[in-house]
């Protein structure tokens, strides 16, 4: 092994950041934070938009103003954070395999937090018929595309799923001057949060179709329009409802999975949905292997993200130190109003 290394924290999103920045905090000799990218901050860099840092700095923030802060609570807590590096594998013995610039090193931690967030579920996971023309997307690859690099993904549009970064993009692509024709969502209500039901979508006047689904695609070189039909109770097609919409780009906001493959490898059994099971302590059926954030279960708001990373972090030192470690509670992690926003309730 390259070193012994106290804590090992994977991903630097807001829930790695937290976890390193606890455990240093806590007294662990030495914390390093490995991420692939070559900044920290995980999406929130891509998150323009405002809302994050209520519950955890009092005051609101865009995602990247979050992600620095956050980032700089690490490095002045003494945490080592490395760029570039892209850990592969975790084993049973907490030795973690990592590729870097310099090659591809093994090294072995007294504790390992996992906190590697999630990704979107693409168009192949929900089997949309049609052909496969330019102009798909998820949101959050659109989202990247427009906050990251300045390209605008389309005109006319159309969004398939009603969660919290769908809702978003509709807003966004809306304050850029394209036509959102409509959201699309299979379950009788949306998805997402209330409050981004009420700002994005009715704020804007952007028509919502619940109980609805893309049934078709059309279009050979790029995108020309969608099929939408209603669905009954079991989600099946309604015959008859169908209707075309036109529309150059198509926006999947159908789900998030959380980013769990690297711990395949130590045998864990991973939940039917990608996500870890952990005691109330945050650690894995490995003793020494925790998970936090979006891996672990997929989470309303980045400030709880952190909050959950934060007891993980201190939980790996106590773990390291033969300590009674701190149990967390699962109730703060989704308490959020989701749905249609009710009556006398405030969204903001």
């Known amino acids: 092994p390259a070193g012994d290394k106290s804590v090992i924290v994977i991903g630097g999103g807001p829930g790695g950041l937290a976890a390193a920045a606890a455990a240093r905090k806590a007294g662990a000799g030495q914390v390093v934070l490995m991420e692939r990218e ?10 323009i938009h405002d809302g994050f840092g ?14 620095v802060r956050i980032k700089r609570e690490a490095e002045n807590a003494g945490v080592r954070i490395l760029y570039g590096h892209h850990v592969t594998k975790v084993g049973a013995d907490r030795t973690i395999t990592v ?10 931690a007294k504790a390992v937090i996992a906190a590697t967030g999630c990704r979107e579920r693409t168009r192949g ?5 049609g ?3 330019a102009g798909i997307y998820t949101a959050g690859a659109a989202q990247n595309l427009m906050n ?35 959201v699309v969502e299979i379950r009788k209500e949306p998805c997402g949060l209330a409050r981004n039901v009420s700002q994005c979508l009715f704020d804007f006047d952007i028509p919502l179709f619940v109980s609805h689904t893309v049934s078709k695609i059309i279009g050979e070189k790029r995108l020309q329009a969608v099929e939408i039909t209603e669905v009954d109770e079991h989600m099946s097609l309604i015959p008859d409802t169908a209707e075309i919409i036109e529309c150059d780009t198509l ?28 005691d109330r302590f945050l650690q894995t059926e490995i003793s020494g292997i925790f998970s936090c954030g979006n891996s672990r279960h997929v989470m309303d708001l980045a400030d709880y993200v952190s909050r959950q990373g934060e007891a993980a972090g201190r939980n790996a030192v106590h773990f390291i130190r033969g300590e009674k470690m701190e149990e967390w509670d699962d109730r703060v992690t989704n308490c959020m109003e989701k749905g249609f926003p009710k009556k006398d309730t405030i969204t903001c």
């Open 38 to 47: 070559a900044e920290a901050g995980g999406i929130l860099k891509q998150c």
């Open 54 to 67: 209520l519950f955890r700095y009092g005051e609101e923030l865009t995602g990247p103003e979050y992600a």
């Open 99 to 108: 590729h870097a610039e310099n090659g591809i090193k093994s090294i072995q």
């Open 125 to 129: 996971a929900i089997s949309i018929p």
């Open 131 to 133: 052909s496969r023309p």
């Open 148 to 182: 990251i690099h300045n390209v605008m993904a389309g005109e006319k549009i159309v969004i398939l799923g009603s969660g919290d970064i769908g809702l978003i993009m509709a807003r966004r692509f809306m304050l850029e001057g394209a036509d959102v024709r409509c």
């Open 251 to 278: 926006v999947l906001s159908v789900g998030l999975i959380p980013e769990n493959e690297i711990l395949k490898y130590t045998g864990i059994v991973l939940n039917e949905n990608n996500s870890v099971p952990t």
